[in-house]
């Protein structure tokens, strides 16, 4: 939407350490979300969704986190790993065969 | 399985020549096609997107267009590039049974308008 022209916030964490990237959404009307990893000079690849009637859903390393009162969504890596050095999207499903993307987190590890 | 092919990988290209980017689908009937683009360090721009052949809603006007001939192939053109033209051209398609519409992505174009 209209923060396609903002440059990435970047999050810096130590290898081995949790990481915590956000992301607001704008449509109560929404049913999933999902959250994809863009590697460098890659497409965009699946990581984890979640349904709106659910508040957690884990993956293997991932848990995503939905709190729909305050539109906010968040993807939880443990044990970062330096392969987890990517740009992160959320994206919410609103219907009409389109899903809209948050403007990206560019997560980089710390050795 | 599913598999999405995209090409050229990169093109440079100089100001005001046309445009011919190609996206195709194999193994899945009737999917909804989509063209991004994302300028460097940004995010994902939605172009256009199609849901059947023929069919092609735009997003944002600019001079690039799509067409879709065939089921599983999507074109993006441009008649004349413009420097801001300039990006990675990601394709990617989901299918219209997919409860989260789930889109999976191409491997993408890199183009340099100059």
């Known amino acids: 939407g209209e923060s396609v022209g903002l440059h990435l916030p970047t999050l810096s964490v130590q290898e081995g350490d949790n990481s915590i990237i956000n992301c607001a959404y704008s449509?109560?009307?929404?049913?999933?979300f999902i959250w994809y990893k863009q590697e460098s000079g890659k497409g965009p690849q699946f990581i984890i969704d979640?349904?709106?009637?659910?508040d957690k859903r884990q993956g293997q390393r991932v848990t995503v986190l939905l709190n729909k009162t305050v539109k906010h969504l968040s993807l939880q890596i443990a044990a970062t790993q330096p392969g987890d050095s990517a740009v992160y999207f959320c994206?919410?499903?609103?219907?009409?065969?389109?899903?809209?993307f948050g403007q990206g987190t560019r997560l980089t590890i710390n050795p | 399985s599913q598999t999405i092919h995209q090409w050229p990988a990169t093109l440079v290209q100089p100001v005001g020549s046309p445009l011919s980017l190609e996206c195709t689908v194999e193994?899945?009937?009737?999917?909804?096609l989509y063209w991004y683009r994302q300028a460097a360090g940004r995010g994902l721009q939605l172009l256009f997107y199609?849901?059947?052949?023929?069919?092609i809603s735009s997003e944002v006007p600019q001079n690039l267009s799509a067409s879709r001939p065939q089921d599983r192939q999507f074109i993006l053109s441009s008649k004349k590039l413009l420097l801001s033209d300039s990006g990675f051209y990601l394709c990617?398609?989901?299918?219209?049974?997919?409860?989260?519409?789930?889109?999976?992505f191409g491997p993408g174009t890199r183009l340099t308008v100059l």
């Open positions: 990617a398609w989901s299918s219209w049974l997919a409860v989260n519409n789930e889109q999976f």
């Open positions: 449509n109560s009307a929404s049913d999933y």
């Open positions: 979640i349904r709106s009637n659910m």
């Open positions: 994206a919410e499903n609103i219907g009409a065969q389109k899903l809209v």
């Open positions: 193994g899945t009937s009737n999917p909804n």
């Open positions: 199609s849901v059947g052949i023929g069919q």
